[in-house]
């Protein structure tokens, strides 16, 4: 769907759920007339709202991403894949462990959908130059684990906490040499038109259609519709 298509389609399901909503209530008629600016907002905040409801299992169907086809599909552009290497570790932290490497995730990552190390390290003779997992745990569940030797950090796994500040901590017993992510990535913003000098939606300020898949549009302006109504009807209501 273009932008000129998802703005004319916006403003009739807006004017259709506004009438629908405030049927046979004459004493407040409801007239709502948005921008393109302000519908590129409601569009954008619609487009997160759906992406995050799809990855999570917070959608119609009832689950997560991964567990269709049809979901796999409609969220893969935006899965991305990122290799960290020793050049791209973080220097001068402090981590939890002698052994922590600390990595910055992507600017553009919301959830990180898989993540594996490949060592570096001699001393695991044929293991070296192996992926092994890595396992997410919380600061409490890693001062439980890590003199355990079968839940802490071993040849066939690394322990990954998130130290906050957009950064991942990488504790593990031998040198990792690569650290492997594939992730889903927050989608451009929805822009309709060419904004004035000095406004911009997330960095973006000339035309930038939806990247997600069609089966999605629908889904996204009935959403953003709902948000505009209700936004607009609930400032009305405090004016």
Known sequence: MTTVEMSDTFDTMLNSYAAKRNFGDQNSPVSIELDEYEKSVFLT???????????????????????????????????????????????NLVGLSPSSVFYALPDDLLFITLEQIKWKDPNLVCYDGRYANVLPITQ?????????????????????????????????????????????????????VDLPEGTSIDGYNTVNECKLNVLLHNMILERAVQIAYSTKTNNKANV
């Not at 086809?69 to 220097?91: G, M, N, P």
């Open 45 to 91: 905040q619609a487009q997160e709202e759906v992406v995050i409801g799809l990855y999570s299992g917070r959608n119609p169907i009832g689950v997560g991403f991964e567990n269709t086809e049809e979901l796999r599909r409609s969220l893969d552009f935006l899965v991305k894949q990122h290799i960290y290497t020793d050049e791209d570790e973080e220097q």
């Open 140 to 192: 409490d569940e890693y001062s439980r684990v890590r003199r355990n030797p079968f839940r802490g950090p071993t040849k066939y796994k690394a322990l990954r906490l998130d130290p906050g500040n957009h950064m991942v901590e990488l504790i593990s017993k031998f040198h990792i040499g690569e650290y492997l992510i594939r992730y889903l990535s927050k989608p451009e913003p929805i822009v309709l």
